[in-house]
């Protein structure tokens, strides 16, 4: 966007270089930014909230059948997806402070450790997504699901269309929340190239506290959907 | 309702002056967190009757509490107006899984 | 006696609109008044695609035969009129074009919060209207613009999939919109500006943004569930697997019942503002129509399953539907007994503004009580899914959002393009449009009540229905020249109208002490607030020597 | 065109004059409050037009009277509200000894089932004066059954039992309608209902020997091999289904539900999902090994189980007790 030179508006010369020309100072425009985010948060809040509504009711309706699918996923793996997650909003928020600190190296080791674990997170997910495939899980026309026992009553069988439609929302959830993960990662190494350019300073660093943000939220969703998808009736 | 009656650009202090919430202070936040994913796991191996989910989204609540007012800096935010929007949001996803967990819950009552 | 005084321009001074020339500065701008016209273009011609169907399906219903055109022509006809109108008319109309044009002119700032994004938002709706275009080109869906599980899942074969992807891409246009509206109210008004002087066009916006925000995206998740089960047979919605298509009504309405409230509330806000102008009086009871349009927003989301009376949800939840969509009808009557409390001791003026406040309030009037005929559990019963319900939501639709569209740009016009428009015209219009509205859909609150059910191509064998259905064909044909009207004339002022002063209405609101057309920052010195909203006794007495024009 | 235009609906059912009476409450008090809304536009607009010289007068507003134009319509608004509530459960709760039709929608036809065994397409003979049950299912999509004459509207919906009753009060042929948007030929789905004197409907009903539907039921319940585990006897390994429809259930997960249509039937498609306590899940499930008809008539048997033994219809000699009990009974 050509930021055309400022007429009459704007008589000291513009201090700032990453100053907007409609904003009359940094401070409004972070605010404005980060303000911006959280309403976008918001609205990826109701995005899922959708996806939480159904599972809610479904599993209401279908615990058998969906604590018998939930445990044919490893929890191992859920589990270390959780772990790896949360060590991820570490190095984010080590990102966010280093960038804030102005210390570079901090700022691009982090960046650089937090798209390593991103891609580790989406490593996990695709093996986890390849097992299924295997086992013919994948709702569709080849789903499988017979002679599976509910948890707690080993004879009865898990009925196949209940089944049917835990997958069905187990992988538009978490497809959705990678999606979503690779959105952030790529976010993430274009902020690794704009602070390699050094473009980040303690005065204007609001792309590193977005990306934050965004992150944050991201391991917020995981968060709820690991016991909910994962741990269904473990015990029995 | 948007409370922030103050002229719209009083000099508000500079954003960079983040309070210095140290490193350390991350890292603990981070081990209770991975303390909590923990937990969730043994407790969902634990039979609690009807309490398993209750106690699995507490756990996962505490947690996403401590993501959002530490690591996205909620807890030292100046103004009220973040914390109004996430209540909100909150508020609207509440509205929508308990009226139409009125419909679903009361089905079998006719 | 018009009230717009005009004045001739000495010097072509440069606006917003002759500053640039050129096919790019119009697609790659960034100015919140040139994506304003480059939506009220696209929103015009897809009003004109939806008012085309709206005139063959009433030319089909003006034989009981089904004889105009085949029976699943018909009901692509409806499912398209009603996808068209909804997502690419009456949802972006007044936020995207007078919203985008005006908020941050009303609040004294220079551009909307994020411009760029904004121009991704007028993108997103082109791109998703592109879709629907390519959509209805090349065979339609058929599933009615609810697109109700499992007949849109798993017993139609039209292009469910594409039609839902173009509104998924549009809806992200009203989120991006909404999002943009509040940062901008929140972060860029102007010095002085503080909440309780904002006109209350700019609260009408903020609780149809905070709709927008927190309900388009539970529609956007439903879409990519009824494309997923059609495409990849996920089978959520499927009644074979186990699923219950009453969730799809749950997630569908939602949404679906604020966004009514997304096409409602701005027509307020405009109607507020020409009200208050063209009665020279400060509005009754600020603080409770602004509040009102709040509790709109809040209570719009608690109501929605009083769609679903006779879909099958239990007696208990339309027990619960039932008594909150009475308490969401309190706000809305507040407001119009505030707009009615406003003319008392007003000194009114009757421009062709002032004629469409006047027919959108008895236009919403009849329409908001109606609603309270379908939110009694006992009736809805009987006139749900009838023509009842079709007349109860165009008048607060076509009566009440798009009379207050139209008012709105007739309202903001010289401002817009600097031009005054013919005023003799304009009330011919305006009479047109509500005498033709009436004609159209009063028929149809008798007709359904008789019975009548909605989407029927074919009545011949209830031909006692065909006297209501001719009058309303009729009246459909007045109503369609009234709209063809104000575009004509629009068009016409473009080029021929009288150069518009400043502020021909003088009416409060910082976009009126601005240039008209605007600069592209919209003002030369930022302006600093220290007067109260709707300050008419100020500007009356300043402007006690009246100038007498001939309009 | 204009020999029959009528303005109002055929009042023609019990539930008709309560919808009417709320309808013109509504029409007087919206009337009223447009009336007294556009009076007072009319004479402001009047009364304040703009005269030279005369400014207007500011007013900032008044709480007071915010607050009475908001309390008093709620008031009203409560009103309405129960009277549509109280006339709504009515609707709802169809009367215990009704006779029950079943009914199952299929794009673009409805296929109807009496319980004493008479199949009609599109159309529906019903006595005036008896209360009338519809259990309703449908094949493919969503459809609605409307009949306006009695002011009635059900959807029905596909995987399981919709319900809905009505009494008819007055002789003739009223519209059937589908309300809900079901595809082509939607408004093509369209019948009547044919309301007679009980002499005549004995004599259209007799016309037709089929059994009734319970009694297929019966065969059906014996093929499909049911009765092998559900015995009336001896404990099988099934649950007694003597007695069972209406009454509570204790199920094996501790819920308690009442044995309603419903639950038959989706204990029928779906056994796992609901099972009695002290029973084993061994049940198979005979979803598609069924079609909607014999589901009916499986249901309409194990309701025959639990009426009280006098007029069970399981012995031929049932039908003709039906018969006489059916001419006894007296026109509301």
């Known amino acids: 966007m050509s930021d055309s030179t400022v007429v009459g508006l704007h008589h000291e010369e513009q201090h700032h270089p990453e100053l907007l020309h409609h904003f009359a100072e940094p401070q409004q425009q972070e605010d404005s930014a980060s303000l911006g985010m959280w309403i976008f948060l918001g609205t990826e809040v109701m995005f899922f909230g959708g996806l939480f509504c159904a599972y809610l009711i479904y599993r209401l309706a279908y615990f058998g059948d969906f604590a018998a699918a939930s445990q044919t996923l490893s929890w191992k793996l859920g589990a270390t997806n959780t772990a790896v997650l949360i060590c991820s909003s570490l190095t984010v928020v080590f990102a966010v402070y280093a960038a804030q600190q102005g210390k570079r190296t901090m700022l691009i080791g982090s960046l650089v450790l937090t798209i390593i674990l991103g891609f580790a997170f989406l490593g996990i997910k695709a093996t986890e997504y390849a097992e299924k495939f295997e086992k013919h899980h994948v709702p569709g026309p080849s789903f499988q699901f017979d002679n599976v026992p509910v948890p707690g009553h080993p004879d009865q069988m898990a009925n196949r269309g209940h089944a049917q439609i835990y997958f069905a929302l187990y992988f538009i959830m978490t497809g959705l929340h990678a999606l979503h993960m690779i959105i952030g990662i790529g976010f993430f190494t274009w902020l690794l190239f704009a602070a390699w350019r050094g473009r980040f300073t303690p005065e204007y660093n609001t792309p590193v506290e977005m990306g934050g943000l965004y992150w944050h939220f991201v391991d917020i969703v995981w968060i709820y959907l690991f016991p909910l998808l994962y741990l269904i009736d473990l015990h029995k | 309702m948007p409370e922030d009656t103050k002229l719209s650009r009083e000099p508000t202090e500079p954003a960079h002056e983040h309070h210095e919430s140290s490193l350390t202070g991350y890292i603990v936040i981070w081990l209770i967190l991975l303390a909590g994913t923990a937990l969730t796991v043994i407790a969902a191996r634990i039979d609690l009757g009807r309490f398993n989910a209750a106690v699995a989204l507490t756990i996962a609540t505490i947690k996403a509490l401590l993501v959002a007012l530490f690591f996205m800096h909620i807890k030292g935010a100046h103004e009220k107006l973040l914390k109004l929007v996430v209540i909100s949001t909150i508020f609207f996803l509440f509205i929508l899984l308990t009226l139409s967990m009125a419909d679903y819950g009361t089905r079998t009552w006719s | 006696m018009s009230m717009a005084t005009a004045t001739i321009q000495p010097v072509e001074r440069e606006n917003y609109l ?359 559990l006992g009736i809805d019963v009987h006139v749900t899914d009838t023509y009842f319900v079709i007349a109860h939501f165009h008048y607060i639709m076509v009566g009440g959002a798009l009379m207050g569209y139209l008012g709105g740009l007739h309202f903001w016009w010289p401002k817009i393009s600097g031009r005054l428009y013919p005023e003799g015209w304009a009330r011919l219009a305006a009479l047109i449009v509500f005498l033709g509205f009436n004609l159209t859909f009063f028929p149809q609150f008798v007709l359904g009540y008789l019975g009548m059910p909605r989407r029927y191509a074919d009545y011949s064998h209830m031909p006692e229905f065909q006297v209501l259905n001719v009058l309303s064909t009729a009246g459909a044909t007045v109503l369609g020249v009234g709209y063809l009207l104000p575009m004509l004339y629009f068009l016409w002022s473009m080029r021929y109208g009288k150069p518009a002063p400043d502020n021909p209405w003088k009416a409060a609101g910082l976009e009126w002490m601005t240039t008209s057309p605007p600069t592209t920052f919209n003002f030369e010195t930022e302006p600093v607030v220290t007067w109260e909203a709707y300050n008419y006794d100020e500007i009356d007495s300043a402007h006690k020597q009246e100038v007498k024009v001939v309009g | 065109m204009f020999d029959n235009f009528p303005l109002w609906p055929d009042r023609a059912s019990a539930a008709a004059g309560n919808v009417d009476a709320l309808f013109i409450f509504l029409l007087i008090v919206s009337g009223l409050m447009s009336l007294l809304i556009f009076s007072a536009l009319l004479y402001f607009a009047a009364r304040y037009r703009h005269r030279r010289g005369v400014l207007a007068e500011q007013i900032e507003g008044s709480t007071p009277l915010e607050l009475t134009w908001s309390v008093v319509p709620f008031m009203v608004f409560m009103v309405i509200f129960v009277w549509g509530a109280v006339v709504f459960f009515k609707s709802r709760t169809p009367p215990r000894d009704s006779t029950e039709v079943y009914v199952v929608a299929k794009q673009w036809m409805w296929k109807l089932e009496h319980s004493e065994g008479q199949r009609e397409i599109n159309e529906l003979h019903v006595p005036v004066g008896r209360d009338v049950k519809l259990i309703m299912t449908s094949q493919d999509v969503i459809h609605s059954f409307f009949i306006p004459a009695f002011r009635m509207k059900q959807d029905v919906l596909p995987g399981r039992y919709t319900l809905a009753w009505f009494r008819a009060t007055k002789p003739g042929t009223y519209h059937l309608f589908c309300a809900e948007y079901c595809g082509t030929q939607h408004s093509g789905m369209i019948g009547s209902i044919i309301v007679m004197e009980p002499a005549q409907f004995e004599a259209w009903m007799s016309g037709s020997p089929a059994g009734p539907l319970s009694a297929s039921g019966e065969k059906i319940f014996a093929e499909l091999g049911c009765v092998t585990c559900h015995r009336a006897d001896t404990p099988g390994r099934g649950p007694n289904l003597e007695g069972i429809f209406g009454k509570p259930v204790q199920l094996e997960d501790g819920r308690t539900i009442t044995a309603d249509e419903n639950y038959i039937r989706e204990s029928i498609l779906d056994p796992g999902s609901k099972v009695v306590s002290g029973f084993k899940p061994v049940m198979p499930t005979f979803q598609g090994l069924v079609s909607e008809e014999q589901l009916n008539a499986l249901v309409a048997y194990v309701k025959s189980l639990s009426q009280p033994v006098a007029t069970s219809t399981r012995t031929a000699a049932a039908t003709q007790q039906d018969n006489s009990r059916a001419a006894g009974s007296q026109v509301q």
């Open chain 3, 18 to 376: 002759n500053k640039e020339y050129g096919v790019g500065s119009w697609l790659f701008t960034t100015d919140h008044k040139r994506i304003a016209l480059l939506y009220l273009i696209s929103i015009t011609f897809f009003f004109f695609i939806g008012g085309f169907f709206a005139l063959l399906i009433r030319l089909e219903l003006l034989t009981p035969a089904s004889d105009l055109v085949q029976a699943d022509t018909y009901n692509k006809l409806f499912t398209m009129h009603g996808m068209v109108m909804v997502f690419f008319f009456l949802i972006p109309s007044i936020p995207a074009v007078l919203g985008n044009f005006l908020v941050p002119m009303m609040i004294g700032a220079k551009d909307l919060a994020f411009p760029r994004i904004n121009l991704l938002s007028w993108y997103l709706y082109i791109i998703g209207g592109i879709m629907m275009l390519h959509c209805m080109l090349t065979g339609g869906v058929d599933t009615g613009w609810t697109f109700y599980t499992p007949f849109s899942t798993a017993y139609s074969n039209t292009k469910i999939v594409e039609a839902g992807l173009a509104i998924f891409v549009t809806g992200f246009s009203s989120i991006l919109t909404g999002l943009n509206f509040v940062v901008t109210i929140h972060r860029m008004r102007a010095p002085g500006m503080t909440w309780s002087r904002l006109p209350l066009f700019i609260w009408a916006h903020y609780a149809t943004s905070i709709i927008q925000i927190l309900g388009t995206p539970v529609i956007a998740i439903t879409i990519v569930l009824v494309a997923a089960e059609r495409a990849l047979h996920l089978g959520i919605f499927d009644p074979r697997l186990g699923g219950d298509p009453l969730l799809f009504q749950h997630l569908f309405w939602f949404y679906s019942h604020p966004a009514v409230y997304i096409m409602i509330l701005p027509s307020m806000g405009v109607v507020t503002e020409i009200i208050a102008c063209f009665a020279r009086k400060r509005i009754f009871g600020y603080s409770f129509v602004a509040f009102s349009s709040i509790a709109i927003a809040v209570f719009g989301f608690l109501v929605w399953a009083h769609h679903m009376f006779v879909a099958g949800i239990s007696v208990y939840a339309a027990l619960v539907f039932s008594l909150l969509s009475y308490a969401v009808a309190v706000p809305s009557a507040v407001k119009v007994f505030n707009w009615t409390a406003t003319l008392y001791k007003g000194s009114i003026h009757y421009d062709a503004p002032m004629l469409y406040a006047f027919g959108f309030i008895g236009l919403f009037t009849m329409g908001g009580l109606t609603g309270l005929f379908l939110a009694a």
